[in-house]
């Protein structure tokens, strides 16, 4: 069921105000999200790189010409989508497809029942040269902060990742809702990433984003995600330390806790001993 961009708005201040944090995470499969839902997220999302997670392939799959990602994020709504009845569920939208007629396709996307996007695959996880040559040859982050401007138009929630302070700016200038501080592939685990920032280093980045976007509209709610911040203990020290809202997470919500509980329950099994018959 599709929710309305106000009552959602409405249900996350309130949770601010009671001092609760908003929790989003991502779903790559239906159990995902069905089990998302019973732990009370605020917001489920759901994009092409799940599908790589919980294949065993890292994140940035997503990133990579392995489909395309905004036909497989529809292909998954099937599947996310009639596995909740409450919580608003987000898709990601790979904004520099240069083949995806806009407005139509965010037209589908209400259609199908999600109630908002988020840039991803996003090139604000790419840099050097070739993030450089994307954006001289009309693949840049500008956009991304187009396409979140008109599902903005169209009453879409939009949450935005952004990864430094010029970024917080044009999407909060763009109508952003939720601004998702991105601090990299999140570590940790049998995929996760072993190169990062530490936590103290991203609290400044953290925080000059949450006052970049401020500086347009002081509404605009913040959220961290990624790079070190993978456990509900990295989570805390973040909220601890910055003027932000809550967290968002994707590998930390399922691929995480997928690989430890399954693990773990094998380990079990394995560890029976059969007894001694005579």
């Given amino acids: 069921m599709r929710h309305d961009r106000q009552t959602i708005l409405n249900r996350l201040r309130s949770k601010i105000a009671s001092r609760r944090p908003i929790i989003g995470g ?21 994009y092409n790189s799940g599908r790589f997670r ?19 994020v529809k292909e998954m709504a099937r599947e996310v989508l ?3 009845t409450r919580t608003p569920v987000i898709a990601g939208v790979c904004g520099v497809d240069p083949f995806m ?19 991803f695959p996003t090139v ?9 040559n994307l954006e001289e040859t009309g693949m840049g982050y500008d956009l991304e902060v187009d396409c979140v401007a008109a599902a903005h138009q169209l009453d879409l929630l939009t949450t935005p990742y952004v990864f430094d302070v010029d970024q917080a700016k044009a999407m909060t200038e763009a109508g952003a809702d939720i601004l998702v501080a991105h601090m990299g592939l999140t570590t940790g685990g049998a ?7 530490t936590l103290e280093q991203c609290v400044d980045r953290v925080n000059a984003i949450a006052d970049a976007g401020r500086s347009v509209r002081d509404d605009v709610i913040v959220l961290c995600h990624g790079g070190p911040i993978s456990m509900p203990d990295d989570a805390r020290f973040m909220l601890q330390r910055c003027d932000i809202h809550g967290f968002y997470g994707a590998s930390s919500m399922e691929r995480l806790p997928t690989e430890t509980a ?15 018959r005579n």
């Fill in 191 to 197: 995929i996760g990433a072993g190169t990062a920032n």
């Fill in 262 to 276: 399954i693990r773990d329950q094998v380990s079990e099994f394995v560890r029976l001993e059969l007894p001694e």
């Fill in 82 to 84: 009639t596995a909740v």
């Fill in 26 to 46: 991502g779903a790559g499969t239906g159990i995902s999200a069905k089990c998302e839902e019973a732990g009370e997220i605020d917001l489920i999302v759901i």
């Fill in 101 to 119: 007629i806009r407005d139509h396709f965010l037209r589908e996307l209400i259609a199908l029942g999600f109630s908002g996007i988020q840039n």
């Fill in 54 to 72: 919980m294949a065993g392939r890292g994140s940035l799959s997503g990133l990579l010409p392995l489909g395309n990602a905004n036909e497989i």
């Fill in 124 to 132: 604000g996880l790419i840099d050097g040269t070739f993030r450089a």
